[in-house]
């Protein structure tokens, strides 16, 4: 008797990565990688601390513009290892006036905060993202991104608490175990009608991981990018980066050059970083050199 052959089971076509990020009020092309600079409204973040008066960040904010930074990610809660919450009206007494200052400053802002009370009033008042470091976990937060027609998400994977992450960080495969909860995470919100032009996901460097776990998460980056969604990277001046070069946080920038344009490398499209106008000019060394 003449078998026929198998019938070939058909390869699942991956869901292509949407090249434009859709917030609030800007839809940010990720055909070019994009820098997302950093501004701590805190006294006790881990590198730059301090800014807690507004009128320092409000400079600080414009200053990272005139060194080319594409988006602004705006603080008031530090999440450093050890760091402990404080109450939303405190958050949100600091992130306001910076806010309104900087919704005139024509590029797409991003409120870094886990609260839903904070996440709601900046909304209202027209930021353009929240990224989460708890992906939207706390009671109501996914309920105020959902009920908001427009602005964009960037999901975080983090392992435990701010304050004891770093205790005892223990992972057996780190890519899979972000893999599966930011695939997790991004499911629930399209399940809840958000589209996935508006999601943006981040494997959490530094949040609960060795340095060994954080190495293997950049090395196996394009797994979290079968997901089909953009990445962002966030290794700016973070302790893995000392481990291997024995150098302070001060000391870093070099270092946390070199892992930006090893993420942007590996797939990312945004580098959330302190050092604005080095990082630029990496990438358009690395693009002018086709490496990009």
């Known amino acids: 008797m003449t078998l026929s052959p198998p019938t070939p089971v058909p390869t699942p076509t991956p869901t292509p990565t949407p090249v434009v990020w859709a917030t609030t009020r800007f839809s940010l092309d990720l ?47 530090s999440s450093r290892p050890g760091a402990a919450s404080i109450p939303w009206e405190q ?26 009370e904070v996440m709601q009033r900046a909304l209202d008042l027209g930021a353009d993202v929240i990224n989460d470091i708890r992906a939207l976990g706390a009671a109501g937060a996914l309920d105020v991104v959902v009920r908001h027609p427009r602005c964009g998400i960037c999901l975080m994977h983090m392992s435990g608490e701010p304050k004891t992450m770093q205790l005892a960080p223990s992972h057996r495969d780190v890519v899979t175990e972000v893999r599966d909860f930011l695939s997790e995470r991004s499911d629930l919100l399209m399940v809840h009608g958000v589209d996935r032009t508006r999601i943006v996901l981040d494997p959490g460097i530094g949040f609960g991981k060795r ?24 290794w700016s001046r973070k302790s893995s980066l000392g481990a291997v070069t024995g150098r302070a946080a001060d000391d870093r920038l070099s270092a946390s050059v070199a892992a930006a344009l090893a993420a942007a490398h590996c797939g990312a499209r945004v580098l959330r970083v302190h050092d604005v106008e080095a990082t630029v000019d990496a990438l358009k ?8």
């Open 31 to 77: 055909q070019t990688v994009r820098v997302m600079g950093i501004v701590n409204v805190t006294p006790d973040s881990f590198f730059d601390g301090g800014r807690a008066a507004a009128s320092a960040a409000i400079a600080h904010c414009e200053h990272l513009l005139r060194q080319g930074a594409d988006l602004l990610d705006i603080g008031g809660e």
């Open 285 to 292: 060394v690395w693009t002018a050199a086709g490496l990009l």
């Open 211 to 234: 340095v060994e776990d954080n190495f293997a998460l950049v090395r196996g980056q394009r797994v979290l990018l079968e997901l089909g969604f953009p990445v962002l990277a966030g």
């Open 91 to 116: 958050e949100w007494q600091r992130v306001e006036p910076v806010l309104l200052a900087a919704l005139s400053m024509g590029v797409p802002l991003s409120i870094d905060t886990c609260k839903p």
